[in-house]
């Protein structure tokens, strides 16, 4: 038996208010049988989370900036890079 986790409620709430955005591999889950299909499948699935833990503190954050400047190749990729307007 598949389980039926609290943010598929959600995932079903939108699709009634036609809140989703359907379009391109998406646009044949406008048609009900195989946007509950499709739902099944989500139902059915194992699914593994992985998240890594947070920073812990602006040492941290600072520590990281600092190891991706040095691994950054080359001054255009370090001016380019989202960190760079952290950087000023």
């Given at each position: ?12 709430e ?8 359907l ?66």
């Amino acid at each position: 038996m598949c389980r039926k986790l609290s943010h598929y409620t959600r995932l079903e709430e939108l699709y009634e208010r036609r809140a989703l955005i359907l379009e391109g591999n998406c646009a044949a889950l406008v048609d009900r049988a195989l946007f509950n299909d499709f739902k099944h499948r989500l139902y059915c699935k194992e699914w593994v989370v992985y998240a890594k833990r947070p920073f812990g503190g602006p040492e941290h954050v600072f520590q990281y900036l600092a190891l991706l400047i040095q691994i950054l190749p080359s001054p255009s990729l370090l001016r380019s890079s989202p960190a760079a307007s952290l950087l000023g």
